[in-house]
């Protein structure tokens, strides 16, 4: 007999930076900021498996529920992130993120090797640019 409950898994790799790529992300600015995106994401119903970036950029996993919008879901995260720097003055001068960010599917079965990934943003980023990053995911072909 085949089980007849829904089973979804969407789970996506978003990256977005800082406007202009300005390096504002202070350690300690992101270990308070990650913390609260988790938080928030949980308060509004989005799974964050996991977040982490570099001084000019973020990295975050999220699993999608059926239901949510990949776009209003990036929407939230990042609205909530930048109105809550700048209510908090964590940053001495108006805080926004770039327009635009990066959104790629993730393999279940890949899942782990991501979290890892995102969980290592700072040694990566000693020797990578966020652009050379990119690149990588541009060069894959269908």
């Known amino acids: ?36 995106i988790q938080k928030r994401g949980s308060e509004k119903g989005i799974n964050v498996l996991a977040v982490n970036g570099v001084e000019d950029h973020v990295h975050a996993l999220i699993q999608l529920h059926p239901a949510q919008n ?19 003055k964590l940053i001495n001068a108006p805080f ?19 979290v890892d990934y995102i969980g290592r943003q700072e040694e990566y980023h000693k020797t990578k640019t966020l652009e050379s990053e990119l690149e990588v995911f541009d060069k894959i072909q269908l």
């Open 96 to 114: 926004e993120w770039e327009e635009h960010y990066a959104a790629l599917s993730v393999n279940p079965s890949t899942i782990k090797q991501v």
């Open 70 to 88: 990949l776009l209003q879901v990036v929407k939230s995260i990042r609205t909530d992130a930048m109105e809550w720097v700048n209510e908090t």
């Open 1 to 36: 007999m085949i089980n007849t409950q829904n089973k979804v898994y969407l789970f996506v790799h978003i990256i977005w930076s800082v406007h202009n790529r300005e390096p504002l992300l202070t350690k300690p600015i992101r270990t308070i900021l990650f913390s609260h």
